[in-house]
């Protein structure tokens, strides 16, 4: 059973930075992807970045030169680092597995980050 953590959410005012990690346990290392979604009140969840267990990664346009994922594959730990944030950065971030070979998709519980003044 895989199971993700996540951790590192909060309060942060607009142009300041957080750092969001999720640990994951149960996993198959190589062949997956891991990645942070997020979901605003009233709107749908959203792709913010991925990144395969290769290291290839990509980001959504509204993030990008902002955000950056890292992951650490000793540790089953991916990264988010968020600089320069803004208003409407703010949402529940979800981490999320997935491995295609396995038909395995899963969801951490969520944190939240609320960028405000």
């Known amino acids: 059973q895989v199971r993700l953590v996540e951790s590192g959410g909060g309060v942060v005012r607009p142009g300041g930075s957080l750092r969001l990690s999720c640990a994951a346990s149960g996993i198959i290392p190589g062949g997956n992807t891991m990645g942070w979604y997020r979901q605003a009140p009233g709107s749908e969840r959203e792709l913010v970045a991925q990144?395969?267990?290769?290291?290839?990664?990509n980001y959504a346009d509204s993030v990008k030169g902002r955000f950056t994922i890292s992951r650490d594959n000793a540790k089953n730990t991916v990264y988010l680092q968020m600089n320069a944030l803004k208003p409407e950065d703010t949402a529940v971030y979800y981490c999320n597995f997935v491995h295609i070979k396995l038909g395995w998709n899963y969801w951490g519980q969520g944190t939240q980050l609320t960028v405000s003044s």
């Open positions: 990144i395969a267990s290769g290291s290839n990664s």
